[in-house]
Protein backbone atom coordinates (compact mmCIF):
# COMPACT_ATOMS: atom_id res chain seq x y z
CA UNK A 1 0.00 0.00 0.00
CA UNK A 2 1.36 3.25 -1.04
CA UNK A 3 1.76 5.56 2.34
CA UNK A 4 0.10 9.14 2.43
CA UNK A 5 1.90 11.82 3.32
CA UNK A 6 0.68 14.92 5.41
CA UNK A 7 0.71 18.15 4.05
CA UNK A 8 3.34 19.08 6.58
CA UNK A 9 5.29 15.89 6.15
CA UNK A 10 5.67 16.38 2.67
CA UNK A 11 6.66 19.91 2.91
CA UNK A 12 9.21 18.60 5.34
CA UNK A 13 10.44 16.26 2.92
CA UNK A 14 11.25 18.49 0.41
CA UNK A 15 12.54 21.40 2.65
CA UNK A 16 16.31 21.69 1.25
CA UNK A 17 14.84 20.93 -2.69
CA UNK A 18 15.62 24.49 -4.75
CA UNK A 19 12.73 23.69 -7.09
CA UNK A 20 9.09 22.97 -5.70
CA UNK A 21 6.54 22.09 -8.02
CA UNK A 22 2.71 21.28 -7.05
CA UNK A 23 1.16 18.93 -9.32
CA UNK A 24 -2.85 19.50 -8.97
CA UNK A 25 -5.24 16.90 -10.15
CA UNK A 26 -8.83 16.75 -11.78
CA UNK A 27 -10.52 17.57 -8.27
CA UNK A 28 -8.88 20.80 -7.86
CA UNK A 29 -9.20 21.59 -11.60
CA UNK A 30 -12.98 20.75 -11.02
CA UNK A 31 -12.95 22.63 -7.87
CA UNK A 32 -11.55 25.73 -9.88
CA UNK A 33 -13.47 26.19 -12.89
CA UNK A 34 -16.73 23.17 -13.20
CA UNK A 35 -18.19 24.86 -16.41
CA UNK A 36 -15.17 23.57 -17.53
CA UNK A 37 -13.32 20.53 -16.27
CA UNK A 38 -16.94 18.12 -15.47
CA UNK A 39 -17.39 14.94 -17.07
CA UNK A 40 -19.97 16.52 -18.54
CA UNK A 41 -19.06 19.94 -19.28
CA UNK A 42 -16.06 17.51 -20.98
CA UNK A 43 -18.65 15.29 -22.71
CA UNK A 44 -20.46 18.34 -24.34
CA UNK A 45 -17.55 19.58 -26.58
CA UNK A 46 -15.96 16.32 -26.85
CA UNK A 47 -15.20 16.17 -30.78
CA UNK A 48 -16.50 12.52 -31.78
CA UNK A 49 -16.16 12.44 -35.42
CA UNK A 50 -13.24 10.06 -35.54
CA UNK A 51 -16.00 7.32 -33.83
CA UNK A 52 -19.65 8.60 -33.91
CA UNK A 53 -20.81 5.89 -32.61
CA UNK A 54 -19.10 5.87 -29.08
CA UNK A 55 -21.66 8.76 -27.58
CA UNK A 56 -24.01 5.23 -27.97
CA UNK A 57 -21.86 3.74 -25.21
CA UNK A 58 -22.10 6.34 -23.02
CA UNK A 59 -25.80 6.61 -23.29
CA UNK A 60 -25.93 2.73 -23.19
CA UNK A 61 -23.84 2.98 -19.56
CA UNK A 62 -25.59 6.13 -18.44
CA UNK A 63 -22.42 8.37 -17.71
CA UNK A 64 -20.65 10.88 -19.17
CA UNK A 65 -17.25 9.57 -17.30
CA UNK A 66 -14.86 9.31 -19.85
CA UNK A 67 -12.62 6.99 -17.57
CA UNK A 68 -15.58 4.41 -16.80
CA UNK A 69 -16.03 4.31 -20.29
CA UNK A 70 -12.44 3.72 -21.03
CA UNK A 71 -12.46 1.04 -18.55
CA UNK A 72 -15.72 -1.10 -19.80
CA UNK A 73 -14.06 -1.15 -23.17
CA UNK A 74 -10.79 -2.76 -22.26
CA UNK A 75 -12.50 -4.79 -19.73
CA UNK A 76 -14.97 -6.04 -22.45
CA UNK A 77 -11.90 -6.97 -24.52
CA UNK A 78 -10.67 -9.49 -22.20
CA UNK A 79 -14.04 -10.96 -21.12
CA UNK A 80 -14.35 -11.17 -25.03
CA UNK A 81 -10.86 -13.12 -25.54
CA UNK A 82 -12.33 -15.28 -22.24
CA UNK A 83 -15.56 -16.26 -23.64
CA UNK A 84 -14.68 -16.31 -27.33
CA UNK A 85 -11.14 -16.75 -28.36
CA UNK A 86 -12.26 -16.57 -31.99
CA UNK A 87 -13.36 -12.92 -31.67
CA UNK A 88 -10.05 -11.08 -31.56
CA UNK A 89 -11.41 -8.66 -34.01
CA UNK A 90 -13.60 -7.41 -32.23
CA UNK A 91 -11.42 -7.60 -29.22
CA UNK A 92 -9.16 -5.26 -30.62
CA UNK A 93 -11.78 -3.06 -31.97
CA UNK A 94 -12.59 -2.33 -28.43
CA UNK A 95 -9.06 -1.78 -27.06
CA UNK A 96 -8.99 0.98 -30.00
CA UNK A 97 -12.01 2.53 -29.09
CA UNK A 98 -10.50 3.10 -25.86
CA UNK A 99 -7.69 4.53 -26.87
CA UNK A 100 -9.67 6.59 -28.92
CA UNK A 101 -11.78 8.05 -25.72
CA UNK A 102 -8.45 8.49 -23.94
CA UNK A 103 -6.91 10.50 -26.98
CA UNK A 104 -10.67 12.38 -27.54
CA UNK A 105 -10.62 12.93 -23.50
CA UNK A 106 -6.63 14.24 -23.37
CA UNK A 107 -7.84 16.93 -26.89
CA UNK A 108 -11.00 18.18 -25.30
CA UNK A 109 -8.73 19.18 -21.79
CA UNK A 110 -5.94 20.49 -24.16
CA UNK A 111 -8.73 22.61 -26.06
CA UNK A 112 -10.80 23.88 -22.36
CA UNK A 113 -7.93 24.20 -20.34
CA UNK A 114 -6.49 28.15 -19.87
CA UNK A 115 -3.45 28.43 -21.81
CA UNK A 116 -2.05 30.94 -18.97
CA UNK A 117 -2.19 31.19 -15.57
CA UNK A 118 -3.51 35.05 -15.82
CA UNK A 119 -6.65 33.92 -17.66
CA UNK A 120 -8.23 32.87 -14.70
CA UNK A 121 -9.09 35.68 -13.00
CA UNK A 122 -7.91 36.08 -9.54
CA UNK A 123 -11.33 36.56 -8.11
CA UNK A 124 -12.34 33.06 -8.56
CA UNK A 125 -8.70 31.23 -7.99
CA UNK A 126 -7.37 33.16 -4.95
CA UNK A 127 -9.96 31.88 -2.49
CA UNK A 128 -9.87 28.39 -3.59
CA UNK A 129 -5.44 28.32 -3.69
CA UNK A 130 -4.44 30.78 -0.93
CA UNK A 131 -4.32 28.36 1.86
CA UNK A 132 -1.81 26.53 0.11
CA UNK A 133 -0.25 29.58 -2.08
CA UNK A 134 2.78 30.66 0.77
CA UNK A 135 4.08 27.03 1.14
CA UNK A 136 4.23 26.00 -1.67
CA UNK A 137 5.70 29.14 -3.57
CA UNK A 138 8.43 30.10 -0.85
CA UNK A 139 11.60 29.10 -1.51
Known sequence: MVEVLSYSDAMR??????????????????????DI??????????????APYLPQI???????DFEVIIRHLSDTAQIIEVYRPKLRTLAARLRRDA??????????????????P???????RRPKITPYRRPILTP
Not at 103 to 116: F, K, Q, T
Open 58 to 64: FDALGTR
Open 118 to 124: YEISNVN
Open 13 to 34: SIARATNKYLLLGNGFSIALKP
Open 99 to 116: EVVKDILVEVIASRHPSR
Open 37 to 50: FTYGSLYENADFSA
